[in-house]
C-alpha cells in the first residue's frame, strides 16, 4: 500500500499518454488494478471504472491485480492499451495477514495456514473454531460439548504446556482476543494461523501455542455492497442410547433386594424424548460496505439464536460492526474497527451424575418407571433415591448468562522520510458479564431445602493494547528489505461481584433482593501487565532468497524481579528453487519453496503467580460475631520465569501444472522446557499445588496439505482441498512425578501424565472377564494372573486419547449455477474413556441402565461378558480396559448444495448475486464408539485430560436453509 | 515542518515507552494480601488466628470425623448414595477412597494455618501484642490448634510427617518428607498442649462465647488427658491428673443437669462445653445436619447417610436408657427401604438425632470438640486403670446419674471396664468417639467380627471382616503420589 502510494507520488517522465480499461474475462470492469511501466517506478491504479491513465508511449506495461495472473502488454505507440486480465488460480500471490503486517504467500518463510472466508459461507454461523476445523492443516480444534453455549479448544501443532494454556493468541484485527465465543463468524474475511515459531516469534511470550489471526472484512473497491444473509435450521442428536424399561429396571432392583411399593410407579417415561428436543436456529446478517480512492467502510449487524437439541440450552447473539480507513492525505492514514456484541445463554450442567443434577446421565440413569411431575408440581424423584428426574435439572432452575463486548481499535499510519511509516495503534476489549442463577422454593427438593436461591455474579474484564511500530521499507530491482521496530504494552483488568441468598417466599420475584438470607456476597479485582518490544527484518533476493528474523522481549506482571523479563529470537530462510535459472527446464513446477526456521516462543500464567500470596475469608465466629481471617494461598517464587517453547520447522511448498496443484509439506519439532508447571505439593505442606519452571515437553510431527483443481471447465469445476496432520506428543520430564486427574464417576482418576508418554493416557485395570462361577470381574494382575481384588500397583496405562491423526478433505463441485460442496473431517486412532458406561453398565445403585445389563450373569454358568449386579460395590466396575474404546471418526461435518440465480435473471431485479442453500452438519459419522458422539471431553479443553466422555452433551446433527443475496 | 514534528514524535513515542516499564509490571494484588505485607500488625495477627480456628468449620470436623468414629464402628451404619461412605461402614477402605485424602489435607491445611501463626507473630512488633499477654496467648492458642489437628492425624494414621513451620519452597526435597514415628508426633502433640496450658488463660472473660470459642487452659488440660489415654505408651497419672485440671478448672465447667439441653439447640455454650465450633448460620453454618436429619425435620425425601444401628439401639434399650436414647436417635417413617430397618418404603428407620435442625444446609447447631462428660469419664477410666475402683465408680456415676441412670452395678475392674466403654458409647455417640474408645481398649477387632447386623432383605447378616491392621486407615493414594516417601500403612496395597 504503502509502496503503491510512493510509486504514484514519483514524477512522470514521458509526454505522451496511455489509457484504457481493464476488464475481467467475462467483461467486467475491474477496479484497483496496479498498472506500471515495466522497469521504472512510473505506476497508477484503475478507478472504479477499470480506467487507467499512464504518461507513456514506449515500453510495456505490466498489470497485476490480486487474485489474477500478472499481465505484460507492448504499449508499441498506441494510445489505448485496453487488458482483459485472467483470474489466477494460483495463490502464490494472496496477500496473507502476519502479525504486525502482510506478506505475499510466496515470500513466506514460516509455516502458516490460511483459511478464507469461504469456509465460513453457508455454515451455522456460530463459532469460528467449529468452522476452521478440519480447514487446514496443524491445527486441532476440540469441540468438547455439542451445547450452544459451548466455547471451542484449539490446539496447534499438539499440547504444549501442563499447567499454563495451550490456546493459541487469538488476535482480531490486531487486538489480542480471550474470549472467542462472541467472535461473529461472517464478519471475517480471512483467518491466518501461525503454526511455528518463526512466524509467531513477533508475539513472542504470547506465541508458544501458536497465534491465530483474525482480519475482519472491510470495504472493497466498487459500488456499494449490500450483503443479506438468512438461514434457519434444526438440530437434533444424531443417536439415542437404549436403557432398561420399566419392567427391566424392576428386576434389577428386585435382583437388589430393593423393594418398594410399585404400584406408586407406574409411569412409562422415555427420558431421551423428554430432554432431546429439536432444536432450531436461525441467523440474520445485513452487510453494506464499499470504497473508494480515499475511504473504505464496512457496516454489518445481525443476529442469530441456536436454541439447542437439550430441553433449555440455548445461546444467541446480536452483533454490531464497523470498521472504516481514511488516506487523510499522502502521509496520513486513519483508521478503525469497533464491534459491539450482545451474547447470550442458557447452559445446562452435563459432564455430572443424576446425583449432582448432570441432564445427560440424569436422562439415562432415571428409571422410565416415574413420570415429570408429582400432582403437587414438584419434580418426581428416584423410587429409591431423592435423585430429581432431569427435566429439575434443565427446567427447574433459570441460568442465564449475558454479555456485553466492545472490541474495537483505533490508528494512525503516517508516512515520513523516505521509505518509513509509523503506525500507532490503540485497542480496547471490554467485557460486562452477568450470570443469574435462580432455583424456586418449591418445585426441587434442593430448593425447598435452601427456601429457594438466588445468585447474581457480574465479571468485567477491561483490556487495553499501545503499540507503536516504525517500518521501513526498501526495494530495488533485484531485491526487496524491510525492517520493524516497535513496542507494545498490555493491561488486563479483571472485577467480579457476586451475592448469592436464600429465603425466597415465592417463585415469583428471581432476583436475589426477594431472599431473606445473604450466603455469600463480596467483589474482587486483579490485573496483569505485560510490556514489550518488538522487531523484525525482511529480506528477499531476486524472489529466490528469502529471510525473515525477528527478535522480542517480554515483560510481565505475573514474574518475580529475578526473571522478569524473556528474549524470544527467532529466524526463518526461504529458497524458491523454481526461480533458479538451472530450474527453469522443469516444466510442469510452477513454484519449488524450501522453508526452514527455528525460533524461542513464550507462554505466560495467571496473575501475581510469583507472589506469595494470603488470602482472605477463612472467617470464624468468636463472640458470636463472624471475625476476619486469613490464610496463607500459595508459596513466593521470586525465579519463576515464562514457559519457553523452542520450535524448529523444514517445509517445501510445490505448485504443478500452472498451479492446477498445489502442495505442502512440514515438519517440525517442539520442545518446551521450563513448564510452568502447577506441581501438585504433598499436603502435608498445606497446599495443594506450586507452580515451578521445571519439566519438558516435546510435540514433532508432520503436516501435508493439498490442493487441486480437478476439473476447471466453464460448465463444471471440481476442486479438492486435503489436509492430515501427524503429532507425536511426549512427556519429556516432569521431575519424575505424575500429573493426575479426571476423576470420573467416584472411581479415581482416569488420565495419567508421565515421563516419557504421551500427555493425558488412561490409567487403569485390565480387564480379564467376568466369572462364570461368580459373575464377578476378573482383573489381570502386574503378573499376568487373574484377581479379583486388584491392587493398586495392577493398574497400567490401557488408553490413549491423543490420535494419530487428524484430517480433512473438502470437495467443491459446480456444476453451471448449482454448487455442492462436501466437507469430510475425521480422526484416528484416538481411544475415549466412556465413563458413561460406568454409571450406566455400572450396577451399582438404583439408577437404571443400559439395556446391555440385560445380559448381565445371574446364575452360577452364565457366560456373559456383563458381571453381576452388586448394590455398592464398585469392584466389578472399576477404571479398567471395559471402558476404554476407539474414538476413531470420520463424520461428514458439512455437506452444502447451493443454487445461484442465474446472473441474467437476477441483474433485472438488480442484484449481484441470489443464492439459496441447504447446509447439513454431522449429517453422518463413522465410528465404532458406542456413545452418543466420539468428539467429547468432559473436562474441556483441559491439557492433561482428554477424551473422557461422561455424560457428555453430544455433538448435533443439524440441517440449516439459507440465502445470501447480494446487491 | 509538520512532517518533520511528527517524525520526531513518532521516534520519541518509540523510545520512551519502554523505560517505565518496570513500575507498569509491579503489580500488587488488589484483593489478596502478600507474605510481606499481611503480618505487620496486632489485628493481622488476630486474622491469622481466625483463619487457623477457621479450620474447624472443615467438613473434617462437620461429619467425617463420625463417619471415621460411629459409621466405621458398631454405632451406625451407612446410607445415602455414596459409595466411599458405605465402604467406611464395611471397613473396606482403600487408599484411594477420596474422604481419606480430604481428611488429610483439611488437617494439614489447618496445621500450616497455625505453623503461620507461629512463625509470623513472634516478629510482629506492635504494643496491642504485649498488651495483657496477647502474643503468648495467640502462640498459646496457635499451638493447642496444631496440637488438636496432629492428634486427629496420629489417630487416624499412625506416625505422619511432622511439619512444625511454614513450607516456604516447592522444592520436593522440602515438601516430601518421610513419616515421622507414632510417639515423635505424640511427643510433639504434648510439647504443643504444654505450651498451651503454660500460656493459655482459663477464660477470657464472661463472655461464654468467647470461652467456648477460644482454646483455653481447660480445652489444653483436656486434650493433655485425652492424648495420654490414646497414645500407645499410655499413663493414666498422667490422664487422671490432667483430667482432674479440667474438672476443677476455674473456668467452673460442669455437667448439664438435663441432658437433653446439651442438643437442643437452645444451649449453645454452656458450661458443660470446654470447646465447641461455633457455627451460627448464614455464611458460617452447618450443612451436616441436613446429610443426617429424617424428612420431617430436613423437608428432604432423600435416603440419609448415617442411620442408628440395631447394636446401638439395643445398647440404649439394655441400659433402659431413655433421655438418652430419645437425644440421640428419633425414630420415623422413611420414604425408602433400608437394609436393615425396613424392607419396604415407609417403613420405620432410626435417624442420627443429636444435631436437630436442618435449616436448608445452614444449621447453626455445634458440634463439640471436647466437653466435660468425656473427661469425667476419662477420668473414670484412668481411675479404674490405676485401680481405685470406688473414685471411678463415683466418676462413672455422675455422667450416669445425670442421664436419669442408677449408679453402675459393675463391681469387677474388667467389668468396670466395660462399664465405661459402653457408658462412652450411650453418652458420646454420633460425637466421634467410639472407633477411638474401641481401639483404646483394645476391643475393636473383636466388637466388629462379633457385630450380628441382619441385612433384612436378604436375612443374610453383615460380614464385618475386622483385623487388627484396620485399626489404622491407609495413607491417601493421592498423597503418596505427590510424597514418595510416604510408604503405606501394613495391611493395605
Redesign the interface.
Known amino acids: 500500500m504503502l509502496g503503491m502510494l510512493l510509486l504514484a507520488s514519483i514524477q512522470a517522465w514521458a509526454q505522451q499518454s496511455v489509457s484504457g480499461r481493464v476488464t475481467t474475462e467475462s467483461g467486467e470492469s475491474l477496479p484497483g488494478v496496479n498498472v506500471v511501466l515495466k522497469g521504472t517506478g512510473n505506476g497508477t491504479i484503475t478507478d472504479s471504472d477499470g480506467k487507467y491513465q499512464l504518461n507513456a508511449n514506449q515500453g510495456t506495461l505490466v498489470f497485476s491485480f490480486i487474485g489474477y495472473r500478472p499481465l505484460e502488454v507492448a504499449i508499441d505507440n498506441r494510445s489505448v492499451v485496453d487488458a482483459t486480465m485472467i483470474e489466477d488460480v494460483t495463490t502464490l500471490e494472496q496477500v496473507v495477514v502476519v502479525g504486525y503486517g502482510t506478506q505475499q504467500k510466496k515470500d513466506i518463510t514460516g509455516a502458516v495456514g490460511v483459511v478464507g472466508e469461504e469456509a465460513f459461507e453457508s455454515r451455522s454461523n456460530t463459532q469460528f473454531g467449529t468452522l476452521i476445523q478440519g480447514k487446514t492443516a496443524g491445527v486441532q480444534v476440540i469441540s468438547p460439548s455439542g451445547k450452544p453455549s459451548a466455547g471451542f479448544s484449539m490446539r496447534i501443532r499438539g499440547t504444549s504446556s501442563i499447567s499454563a494454556s495451550s490456546e493459541p493468541l487469538y488476535v482480531v484485527d490486531g487486538i489480542p482476543s480471550a474470549d472467542t465465543r462472541s467472535i461473529n463468524p461472517s464478519d471475517i474475511e480471512s483467518i491466518t494461523v501461525l503454526k511455528d515459531a518463526s512466524s509467531a516469534a513477533i508475539y513472542g511470550a504470547q506465541g508458544a501455542n501458536g497465534v491465530v489471526l483474525i482480519t475482519t472484512k472491510r470495504g472493497k473497491t466498487g459500488a456499494p455492497r449490500v450483503e443479506l444473509t438468512a438461514y434457519t435450521g434444526f438440530s437434533s442428536p444424531w443417536r439415542k442410547l437404549k436403557v432398561l424399561n420399566s419392567e427391566q429396571y424392576r428386576d434389577l432392583m428386585t435382583e437388589f ?5 410399585w404400584s406408586q410407579y407406574t409411569a412409562n417415561t422415555d427420558w431421551q424424548n423428554e430432554i432431546f428436543q429439536n432444536g432450531r436456529s436461525q441467523n440474520y446478517q445485513l452487510a453494506i460496505s464499499g470504497k473508494n480512492e480515499r475511504t473504505s467502510y464496512y457496516v454489518s449487524g445481525g443476529w442469530m439464536q441456536q436454541i439447542g437439541a437439550v430441553r433449555s440450552s440455548e445461546m444467541d447473539r446480536y452483533n454490531f460492526r464497523v470498521s472504516l480507513d481514511q488516506q487523510m492525505n499522502d ?1 496520513l492514514k486513519v483508521g478503525t474497527n469497533l464491534s459491539v456484541t450482545k451474547y447470550h445463554d442458557v447452559d445446562v450442567a452435563d459432564n455430572t451424575t443424576v ?1 449432582s443434577g448432570g441432564v445427560i446421565l440424569g436422562m439415562l440413569s432415571t428409571p422410565p418407571n416415574i413420570g415429570i411431575y408429582r400432582p403437587d408440581g414438584t419434580f418426581t ?1 428416584n ?5 430429581e428426574n432431569p427435566v429439575a435439572a434443565t427446567d427447574g432452575s433459570d441460568r442465564d448468562y449475558n454479555n456485553t463486548r466492545l472490541l474495537g481499535n483505533v490508528y494512525a499510519e ?1 508516512a ?2 523516505k521509505n ?1 511509516t ?1 503506525r ?1 495503534n490503540l485497542g480496547l476489549d471490554y467485557q460486562a458479564g452477568m450470570y443469574d442463577y435462580f432455583l424456586d422454593p418449591f418445585r426441587t ?1 434442593y430448593g ?4 429457594g436461591i438466588g445468585i447474581n455474579n457480574t465479571d468485567l474484564r477491561n483490556y487495553y493494547i ?1 503499540d ?3 517500518t521501513y521499507n526498501r526495494a530495488t530491482e533485484t531485491s526487496s528489505f524491510s525492517a520493524l ?3 507494545v ?1 498490555q ?1 488486563t483488568r479483571w472485577e467480579n461481584n457476586n451475592i448469592e441468598k ?2 425466597f417466599s415465592s417463585d415469583g420475584i428471581p432476583t436475589t433482593n426477594a431472599g431473606s ?4 456476597a463480596g ?9 514489550s ?1 518488538i522487531s523484525r527484518v525482511t529480506y528477499d533476493y531476486n524472489d529466490r532468497y528469502l529471510l525473515t528474523a525477528n527478535f522480542r522481549v517480554d ?3 505475573s514474574f518475580g524481579p529475578n526473571n ?1 523479563w524473556g528474549y524470544f529470537p527467532s529466524v526463518s530462510l526461504g529458497w524458491r528453487i523454481s526461480e533458479e535459472d538451472f530450474f527453469s527446464g522443469v516444466g510442469v513446477v510452477d513454484d519449488l519453496k524450501l522453508r526452514a526456521g527455528w525460533g524461542l516462543v513464550g507462554n505466560d500464567i495467571g ?2 503467580a510469583f ?6 475469608g ?7 460475631v ?8 500459595s ?3 521470586n525465579d519463576l520465569k515464562w514457559e519457553t517453547t523452542e520450535q524448529t520447522n523444514i517445509g517445501i511448498d510445490v505448485a504443478l501444472l500452472s498451479s492446477r496443484i498445489e502442495f505442502s509439506a512440514d515438519a517440525y519439532i517442539k520442545n518446551t522446557s521450563d513448564l510452568l508447571l502447577n ?10 499445588t ?3 519452571n521445571v519439566g519438558k515437553l516435546q510435540n514433532r510431527g508432520i503436516e501435508l496439505q493439498l490442493t487441486s483443481h480437478n476439473v476447471t471447465n466453464d460448465d463444471f469445476s471440481w476442486d479438492t482441498d486435503f489436509n492430515i496432520s501427524f503429532n507425536r506428543n511426549k512427556v519429556v520430564d516432569i ?4 500429573v ?1 486427574g479426571g ?1 470420573v464417576a ?1 472411581r ?1 482418576d482416569v488420565s495419567y501424565s508421565v515421563e516419557g508418554k504421551p500427555l493425558g493416557l488412561f490409567y487403569g485395570y485390565i480387564t480379564g472377564g467376568v466369572d462364570p462361577a461368580t459373575g464377578d470381574i476378573y482383573y489381570i494382575d502386574r503378573n499376568g494372573e487373574s484377581t479379583f481384588n486388584p ?3 495392577d493398574r497400567t496405562f490401557i488408553g490413549n486419547p491423543n490420535p494419530d491423526f487428524i484430517y480433512g478433505m473438502t470437495n467443491t463441485l459446480a456444476y453451471k449455477n448449482f454448487s455442492l460442496n462436501i466437507f469430510l473431517q475425521g480422526s484416528q486412532g484416538n481411544d475415549v474413556f466412556n465413563a458413561t458406561r460406568i454409571e450406566t453398565e455400572g450396577m ?2 438404583a439408577k437404571n441402565q443400559s439395556q446391555v445389563v440385560v445380559n448381565r450373569w445371574r446364575t452360577p454358568g452364565d457366560i456373559t461378558d456383563i458381571p453381576r449386579a452388586v448394590a ?3 469392584n466389578n466396575s472399576r477404571i479398567s480396559t471395559r471402558f476404554v474404546e476407539d474414538g476413531s471418526y470420520l463424520r461428514a461435518k458439512a455437506v452444502t448444495l447451493g443454487y445461484s440465480l442465474p446472473s441474467a435473471l437476477i441483474s433485472k431485479i438488480k442484484l449481484n448475486q441470489a443464492k439459496f442453500y441447504v447446509t447439513g452438519e454431522n449429517l453422518f459419522t463413522i465410528t465404532g464408539y458406542k456413545g452418543y458422539d466420539p468428539e467429547v471431553n468432559a473436562f474441556g479443553g483441559n491439557n492433561t485430560v482428554m477424551g473422557v466422555d461422561f455424560g457428555t452433551y453430544p455433538q448435533t446433527r443439524s440441517l440449516i436453509f439459507g440465502v445470501n443475496v447480494t446487491f | 515542518m509538520k ?1 518533520k514534528f ?2 520526531t514524535l ?2 520519541l ?2 523510545a520512551f ?2 523505560p517505565s ?2 513500575d ?4 500488587k ?8 505485607n ?2 505487620t500488625r496486632a489485628a ?1 495477627a ?9 479450620s ?2 472443615q467438613e473434617y470436623y462437620i461429619w467425617d470425623n463420625v463417619l471415621f468414629n460411629d459409621v466405621i464402628s458398631d454405632n451406625y451404619y451407612a446410607g445415602g ?4 461412605i ?1 465402604a467406611i461402614e ?1 471397613l473396606n477402605i ?3 477412597n ?1 474422604r481419606l ?1 480430604n481428611n ?2 483439611q488437617l ?2 489447618a ?3 497455625a ?2 501463626v507461629l512463625e509470623k507473630v513472634p516478629g510482629i512488633t506492635d504494643i496491642k501484642l504485649d498488651a495483657g499477654n496477647r502474643r503468648n496467648q495467640i502462640l498459646g492458642e496457635a499451638s493447642f490448634l496444631r496440637a488438636f489437628h496432629y492428634y486427629q492425624l496420629v489417630k487416624t494414621w499412625g506416625g ?2 511432622l ?1 512444625v513451620k ?5 522444592d ?1 526435597a522440602e ?3 518421610e513419616r515421622n514415628t507414632e510417639t515423635e508426633v505424640y511427643n510433639q502433640i504434648v510439647a504443643d498442649l504444654e505450651f498451651a496450658v503454660a500460656n493459655l488463660p482459663d477464660t477470657y472473660g464472661g ?1 461464654a ?2 470461652n467456648k ?2 482454646a483455653t487452659k481447660g480445652a489444653a488440660n483436656a486434650m493433655l488427658a485425652k492424648v495420654w489415654a490414646q497414645r500407645g505408651d499410655r499413663d493414666y497419672n498422667k490422664v487422671l491428673e490432667y483430667a482432674n485440671a479440667v474438672i476443677t478448672s476455674p473456668a467452673a465447667y460442669s455437667l448439664l443437669p438435663d441432658f437433653d439441653d446439651l442438643f437442643d439447640g437452645a444451649h449453645y455454650n454452656n458450661a458443660e462445653s470446654i470447646m465447641e465450633i ?7 453454618a452447618n450443612f451436616g445436619p ?1 446429610l443426617l436429619l429424617p424428612p420431617s425435620i ?6 440419609k447417610f448415617v442411620t442408628p444401628s440395631h447394636d446401638l439401639v439395643n445398647a440404649f434399650d439394655a441400659e433402659g436408657d431413655i433421655e438418652r436414647k430419645n437425644t440421640t436417635i428419633l425414630f420415623e417413617n422413611a420414604p ?2 433400608d ?1 436393615f430397618w425396613s ?4 417403613g420405620s428407620v432410626p435417624f442420627a438425632y443429636k444435631w436437630k435442625s ?1 435449616n ?3 444449621s447453626t447447631n455445634r458440634q463439640y470438640l471436647i466437653r466435660l462428660a468425656d473427661i469425667i469419664l476419662l477420668k473414670a477410666e484412668a481411675l479404674n486403670a490405676l485401680n481405685r475402683p470406688a473414685e471411678a465408680r463415683d466418676a462413672l456415676n455422675l455422667v450416669r446419674n445425670r442421664a436419669g441412670l442408677a449408679n453402675t452395678t459393675a463391681s469387677s475392674s474388667a467389668e468396670l471396664k466395660t462399664a465405661i466403654l459402653n457408658e462412652r458409647r450411650l453418652e458420646l455417640a454420633q460425637e466421634a468417639q467410639r472407633w477411638d474408645d474401641l481401639r483404646r481398649n483394645n476391643v475393636a477387632v473383636d466388637v466388629m467380627n462379633n457385630l450380628v447386623e441382619v ?1 433384612v ?2 436375612d443374610q447378616p453383615k460380614d464385618y471382616v475386622m483385623t487388627a491392621q484396620k485399626q489404622l486407615l491407609p495413607i491417601p ?3 503418596r ?4 516417601k ?1 510408604g503405606q500403612n501394613e495391611g493395605y ?1
Do not use: H
Not at chain 1, 438470607?517 to 455469600?520: A, D, M
Not at chain 1, 506441581?679 to 495443594?688: C, E, N, Q
Not at chain 1, 521431575?735 to 505424575?738: A, E
Not at chain 2, 430436613?298 to 435416603?303: E, H
Open positions: 433386594g430393593q423393594t418398594t411399593d502521509w446425583n424423584s423410587p429409591f433415591q431423592d435423585w503516517i515520513f522520510l518509513f509509523f500507532s427438593s425447598r431445602a435452601k427456601l499501545i507503536n511500530t516504525v521496530v516497535g513496542t504494552v493491561k436464600n429465603g438470607i445473604i450466603v455469600s467483589n474482587n479485582k486483579s490485573e496483569k501487565s505485560n510490556a518490544f515483560g510481565s506482571s522478569r496473575t501475581y507472589l506469595g500470596r494470603v488470602g482472605t477463612a472467617n470464624y465466629p468468636i463472640g458470636g463472624i471475625q476476619p481471617g486469613t490464610y496463607p494461598a508459596i513466593q517464587n506441581v501438585p505439593l504433598p499436603r502435608s505442606t498445606g497446599f495443594d506450586g507452580v515451578q521431575l519424575g512425578q505424575q493426575i476423576g467416584g479415581g491392587a493398586t500397583e451399582t445403585d455398592g460395590s464398585t | 512532517r511528527i517524525n513518532a521516534v513515542a518509540v515507552t519502554l516499564c518496570e507498569y509490571l509491579d503489580l494484588p488488589i484483593s489478596d494480601a502478600t507474605s510481606e499481611a503480618y493481622d488476630e486474622a491469622a488466628l481466625v483463619g487457623a480456628y477457621d474447624f468449620s448414595d455414596n459409595a466411599e458405605f464395611d482403600s487408599p484411594t477420596g485424602f488429610w489435607s494439614y491445611n496445621i500450616s494455618k505453623n503461620m505422619v510427617p511439619i511454614p513450607v516456604a519452597s516447592t520436593p515438601t516430601q518428607l463472655d462465647s468467647v470459642a477460644r461455633q457455627f451460627v448460620g448464614g455464611p458460617e441436613q430436613s423437608g428432604d425425601t432423600w435416603r425408602w427401604a437394609e424392607e419396604s418404603v415407609n436442618a436448608g444446609w445452614a441385612n432383605i436378604t493414594q493421592s498423597e503420589n505427590r510424597n514418595l510416604l496395597n
